[in-house]
């Protein structure tokens, strides 16, 4: 049971994670719609837009390792699920530690000028550089030996971490949900072009429907199943997640392009950051578990030959 009760520290790590980094996911999208955001200088504009792309790879990293999990591994607790995890939760510390420190230079520059805003925010990441990366590199200890594989997995463990990733999922979902609720009452978002206001709508339904979709495991199991673990529930609960994924990495790369377009007033660029972002996303949550999985066919096949 080793292998799995790792497995679950560090999905729960990743919920932790994951809702330091919603926070400022929220406030790069609502604050691009407040008023005094056009006072904002170019390069606290500019900033403001780094730091969403930042914290978008952030929680992108961070809700990687549930898709590897479901799709890769079919939720069995493997030595692969666990590094992925592992890796994807280191790498996310990075974007979200230089996503915070854009954050704060956004706002101390407009509050006490450029000067104090790179101090303080150069100060804010290296700190937290060091409280993320360099504590534990100074105290790691440890052989690091990934645990034996213990055959099947058990169906109550798979269920168990199924909700489990459903919780690190949902956070960013919530978190673009309420400021796309939010922005529709703003005067900035009235006074953007129909077009714009169209895919803030689609997105916003397409978030909506990826928030219940992450919903309707838990309310799935509780009523249909009372409770009880069973192989139905895991294939039904495994494609809702898998889907509401798909319907957030939608949301987020149209709100993405409303972002970029109420900030640079280009639909070029606003449609290409839309783009990039759309597939980095897909990318890394459905082709890359698609890809190990597929690699690990010819394996399983050679060690039966």
């Known amino acids: ?123 804010f990441t290296a700190v937290a550089l060091f409280l993320l990366y360099g504590l534990g590199l100074l105290l790691r200890s440890g052989s690091g030996q990934m645990p034996d594989e213990e055959g099947a997995t058990p169906l109550s463990v798979k269920v168990e971490q199924l909700l489990t990733e459903a919780r690190v999922i949902i956070p960013g979902g919530q978190a673009l949900l309420g400021f796309q609720l939010i922005a529709t009452l703003t005067k900035a978002f009235a006074e953007l072009p129909d077009s714009a206001k169209y895919i803030h709508a689609a997105a916003l339904c397409a978030v909506a429907l990826a928030v219940m979709l992450l919903m309707a495991p838990a309310a799935l199991h509780r009523i249909a199943f009372n409770g009880e673990d069973d192989e139905a529930f895991l294939r039904i609960g495994s494609g809702l997640v898998i889907a509401a994924t798909f319907a957030l990495a939608l949301g987020i790369a149209a709100d993405i392009h409303v972002v970029f377009f109420k900030v640079s007033d280009d639909a070029r660029i606003a449609g290409l950051t839309a783009l990039v972002s759309l597939l980095v996303l897909l990318g890394v949550w459905f082709a890359y578990p698609l890809w190990r999985r597929s690699a690990q066919k010819p394996r399983r096949r050679s060690s039966f030959g």
């Open 1 to 123: 049971m080793e292998l799995e009760r790792k497995l679950k520290t560090a999905l729960n790590e990743s919920r932790l994670l994951i809702l330091g980094a919603q926070v400022l996911f929220g406030f790069q999208f609502h604050g691009v719609f407040q008023d005094l955001f056009q006072e904002l200088q170019p390069d606290g504009k500019l900033a403001q837009c780094i730091a969403l792309l930042l914290l978008l790879v952030a929680i992108c990293f961070l809700i990687a390792p549930s898709l590897v999990h479901q799709i890769t591994y079919r939720g069995e607790s493997r030595q692969g699920a666990l590094a992925a995890a592992t890796c994807f939760a280191g790498i996310s510390l990075l974007p979200l530690t230089l996503g915070l420190g854009a954050s704060i230079f956004t706002v101390l520059q407009h509050l006490f000028g450029r000067t104090t805003g790179i101090i303080i925010g150069a100060s």
